[in-house]
C-alpha cells in the first residue's frame, strides 16, 4: 500500500462543491478513507486570473502504479469538467486541477509523470495545505520536511485558511 500526496485546486465554477466532488471520486480509488486539510483560498499562481483559487491536500493509500493513478486522477478532472486547454507552456483558470505531489518516497522522472511534483517546494499554495496533513513528511530530493520547506519557501503570493 503506497501513501500519495495530492494537491486539488479549482478557479472555476462551485469550487467548493468541485474539490468536495474531487475527495468522494477519490474516496472511491483510496483503499482507506481521504485524509484531507482544510480548504485554502489563494490567488493565482503564474498566470493572471480574476478568481482566486480554492485548494486543499489530501492524502490516499493506493495499491495503484503511479503510472495507473495519474490516468485515474486524469479521468476524475474530466467528470468534473476540466477541459485541458491546448496550453503548451503557462497555466489558466480550470474547475479541477489535481495533481500528484508525494507517492511514497519515490523519485521518478517521465515524460508523463514527475514525482516528487517539481515545483511543489516553490508554491505556498502547496505547502500550506500540506503542511497541515503532513508537516513532518521528508521531501525525498531535498531531505528537508514539508514545514522547513514552508519556511524556506521563496513564494510570497497570499495563502489563506478559509473561512466558512
Same mark, same amino acid.
Given at each position: ?144 520536511? *514539508? ?10 503570493? *497570499? ?6
Amino acid at each position: 500500500m503506497h501513501k500519495v500526496y495530492l494537491l486539488l485546486g479549482s478557479n472555476r465554477g462551485n469550487k467548493a462543491l468541485l474539490l468536495e466532488k474531487a475527495v468522494e471520486r477519490l474516496n472511491s480509488i483510496s483503499l482507506k478513507p481521504v485524509i484531507s486539510s482544510s480548504l485554502f483560498e489563494s490567488e493565482p499562481w503564474g498566470f493572471n486570473a480574476v478568481e482566486w483559487f480554492l485548494n486543499k491536500a489530501v492524502m490516499i493509500e493506493t495499491d495503484l502504479s503511479p503510472e495507473v493513478l495519474l490516468s485515474q486522477i486524469l479521468n476524475i478532472e474530466k467528470e468534473l469538467g476540466r477541459v485541458r486547454g491546448v496550453l503548451k507552456e503557462g497555466y489558466e483558470s480550470r474547475e479541477i486541477d489535481i495533481d500528484i505531489l508525494l507517492y511514497d518516497n519515490l523519485v521518478n522522472d517521465s515524460e508523463i509523470l514527475s514525482i516528487p511534483h517539481p515545483r511543489m517546494h516553490l508554491r505556498k499554495f502547496v505547502l500550506e495545505p500540506l503542511m497541515e496533513i503532513a508537516p513532518n513528511i521528508v521531501h525525498p530530493l531535498f531531505g528537508k520536511t *514539508i514545514k522547513e520547506l514552508n519556511k524556506i519557501c521563496p513564494d510570497k503570493s *497570499i495563502v489563506k485558511m478559509k473561512e466558512l
